[in-house]
């Protein structure tokens, strides 16, 4: 069904919203845990996990000690030339991640589909399901692609015409140059984060994420692991920030989508 982009944007958000926090976190550990089928056997799944709400690392509002752990990282071909490499977070850092973002879940919506917000995303990670509001649909593998060509093919196609523009641009080399510190900004706004009484505190679910990211990489603080659905949503949330700084600027016969880093910017003049 092809819809106007803004119709989809609100569509998502809608639908989003009905979904149950502990199922999204079951889904997060189980089915979104490893990188795509197509990248490892069909084998490899997740049969036992946490329940939702278990914390593996209690904290005090300025203490918040996960421990320290490597990615496991796996390479695969994306050209004949050039490999993707893939990380797997370590277990008990991921259940925590899954579990933070999850407790917060309509806390983080809000970050992600604000009301001032032009650009119209088409990679929200988690499956909705449209026939049944509220549940996680079952496809995971490819079904962003869907998402991309719903997005180029069919929604933005039909309003092209009004258009005589269009720009196509992405971030290069996005996943692993996402700088954690990034996340608690975007969440909670950077000068409020920088603020002393603000930097190291872990009461603010974005200050937590922040440490969780860099204590899975070993405390390096550039770099989320592709593959995981808790990056691609910590990537929205990065790029919900940025959305929101280029939609301050817009003039309003502009359309900009955006897939993931992907953006996609539609003019009816060359002119700002």
Not at 47 to 57: N, Y
Not at 120 to 146: D, E, T, V
Not at 153 to 170: G, M, N, P, Q
Not at 249 to 266: G, M, N, P, S
Request: proline share 8%.
């Amino acid at each position: 069904m092809t819809l106007p982009p803004e119709r989809h944007f609100r569509r998502t958000r809608t639908l989003a919203r009905l979904l149950r926090p502990a199922k999204v976190f079951e889904w997060l550990v189980t089915a979104g845990y490893f990188p795509e089928p197509y990248v490892l056997p069909p084998c490899y799944q997740v049969t036992r996990h946490p329940g939702f709400g278990k914390k593996f690392f209690p904290f005090k509002r300025t203490q918040f000690k996960p421990k320290f752990s490597e990615y496991l990282q796996v390479q695969f071909p994306k050209t004949e030339l050039t490999d993707r490499t893939f990380g797997i977070i370590d277990p008990e850092i991921h259940s925590d991640i899954a579990n933070t973002l999850t407790k917060n879940w309509k806390s983080l919506l809000s970050v992600l589909f604000r009301q001032r917000n032009k650009v119209c995303s088409y990679s929200f990670p988690i499956p909705l399901n449209r026939r049944r509001p509220g549940h996680i649909g079952k496809l995971r593998s490819g079904r962003l692609i869907y998402e991309f060509i719903e997005m180029a093919e069919h929604d933005v196609a039909s309003v092209a015409f009004r258009y005589k523009y269009l720009i196509t641009t992405d971030i290069k080399n996005f996943y692993p140059s996402i700088y954690t510190h990034s996340i608690p900004w975007a969440i909670h706004g950077k000068k409020f984060i920088r603020s002393a009484k603000n930097r190291h505190n872990y009461n603010l679910f974005g200050n937590r994420l922040d440490k969780l990211f860099q204590n899975a990489d070993d405390g390096c603080t550039n770099g989320v692991p592709i593959g995981p659905v808790v990056s691609d949503l910590i990537a929205e949330i990065v790029l919900s920030a940025v959305d929101r700084m280029i939609s301050g600027e817009l003039e309003k016969d502009i359309l900009v989508v955006r897939f993931k880093d992907d953006y996609r910017i539609l003019a009816k003049s060359p002119a700002p």
